[in-house]
């Protein structure tokens, strides 16, 4: 799986958007990028994810760029309730074998601050 | 959909003593369940994949014997940490797919304390 790297850490203000970059830049053309996050003390919990187009649903964006070496994840609206640390993982697609397994790095933590 | 549960939620036990650990995937069927481990102030790592009816596949450096897996069936996967001793304390969470799907979802964690 390609490895990625994110910024350690960034805070965010309260009802404003928050931008997570992760770069990729050794990714190949069958993986798939994925955003989990984890709350203190709780399982990690599935985001989103994307191969090449951008993509939304009802927790955030992903954009992905045209070139695939880098993305960002957009939470619109960012609560407090959204402090967490948000992991960007890279990965083949679905094999019977390995699936859904994923190599989790040191991830973003996020902040958001009233 | 896609919830993942596991029990017991916190342990204690005694250095030497064994702890079981259940994962269960609620709503939908797993055939292939993952354990990780969580240090404190660390990053999720990979010990495990568990595989339905078949023998589980560990990562390098993860002890087989120590760390026993069991799949029986195709919404419970259980992980037994044996003999255990303090440096096994940590957040152990296991996670699960859905059927032909890329994603993971993971239950709540269960935190290990060895005394």
């Known amino acids: 799986d390609a490895k990625t790297t994110q910024p350690p850490s960034m805070d965010c203000a309260e009802g404003r958007a928050a931008n997570l970059p992760c770069n990729h830049s050794?990714?190949?053309?069958?993986?798939?990028v994925y955003w989990y996050r984890q709350i203190h003390s709780q399982g990690p919990q599935y985001i989103i994810h994307?191969?090449?187009n951008n993509e939304t649903n009802e927790m955030a964006s992903l954009i992905i760029t045209e070139d695939r070496k880098s993305s960002t994840l957009i939470l619109p609206h960012a609560t407090l309730r959204d402090t967490a640390v948000y992991y960007c993982?890279?990965?083949?697609?679905?094999?019977?074998?390995?699936?859904?397994?994923?190599?989790f790095g040191d991830g973003t933590t996020l902040t958001v601050k009233p | 959909g896609a919830v993942v549960s596991q029990h017991p939620s916190w342990v204690i036990c005694k250095s030497g003593t064994s702890v079981k650990i259940e994962c269960r995937s609620l709503d939908f069927q797993a055939t292939t369940m993952f354990w990780y481990r969580q240090f404190p102030k660390q990053s999720l790592m990979l010990m495990a994949t568990s595989n339905e009816g078949s023998k589980a596949t560990y990562e390098q450096g993860v002890e087989k014997d120590k760390f026993l897996i069991n799949h029986a069936s195709l919404t419970l996967s259980t992980l037994t940490v044996t003999s255990a001793h303090p440096e096994d304390s940590s957040f152990y969470i296991c996670s699960a797919s859905l059927p032909r799907r890329y994603e993971q979802y993971f239950g709540p964690g269960t935190r290990l304390t060895v005394t």
């Open positions: 993982i890279v990965r083949v697609a679905y094999e019977y074998t390995n699936a859904g397994k994923s190599t």
């Open positions: 994307g191969l090449k």
């Open positions: 050794t990714i190949s053309g069958n993986e798939y």
